[in-house]
């Protein structure tokens, strides 16, 4: 497989195959991995014979939020500098949202903060049954502001309350439960769940599906305005450059509790 950070392939039925390639740091997703997503957006759309998008990770993980190096130098650079990551992230996830060719999502290992957002992007998800989901940025003091709508469509904002609250880890048949995950398949089957979805979806009309999606999505939360998406892409990038985010980072690297949490009296 190439080098590149998203690797794209289409084949000779339309359907083309978006792969997260960065497995040695587990697909976490830097500023490479982004710009990928929208080169491959890019190119999707010039696909006059595109008829399904399947997004998946290369490796043990489909995607473990996002890079914490990178994240450290985006929060110490300007705010102009780290405006344009979270624009950049937030936009990638609304193209891939608004893509009207069917998306199916391929789920394995950890999917984790941005992973969710992904998924949740997708119109199918299938998930293997080791995978793992988390929507944990309060846990290190910033907000996933930019994946709310998407995960309030998936799984209803009482389960955003939850989940995104708690920041807690939970397996592939809670995701299936709560709407995140449709199917949950042994690991070994991933790809053939996935080819019964495409063969299904290659049987329908491609605009009457065009228009279906549409649909959905003009009624859905996820169909955020520009002002709308404009804000959360400002409360995104203002969190991340705040001392509760500073101290959550450092608590991370340093594998220590954060100092919000209350120690106990004698």
Known sequence: MS????????DSRGVATVTLNRPAVNNAYNAELIDGLHAALDALAAESSLRVVVVRGNGRHFQAGADLAWLNAVAQGSRAENLAASRAT???IH??????????ALIQGGCFGGGTGIAAACDVVIAADDAVFSIAETRWGMVA?????????????????????????FDAHEARRIGLVHEVV?????DAAGARVIEHLLQNAPDANAQTKALAIEHAWGHVSSRNLTRLIEQHAEKRQSAEASEGLASFREKRQAAWYPTRSS
């Open 3 to 10: 080098d590149a950070a998203v690797v794209r392939h289409v």
């Open 145 to 169: 502001a930019i994946i709310i709508p998407q995960l309030s469509d998936a799984i209803g904002a009482r389960q955003v309350r939850r989940y995104a609250l708690t920041g807690e880890r």
């Open 95 to 104: 193209r891939l949202n608004n893509t009207l060719v069917p998306t199916v």
């Open 186 to 190: 042994p690991l070994a089957e991933l």
């Open 90 to 92: 937030a936009e990638a």
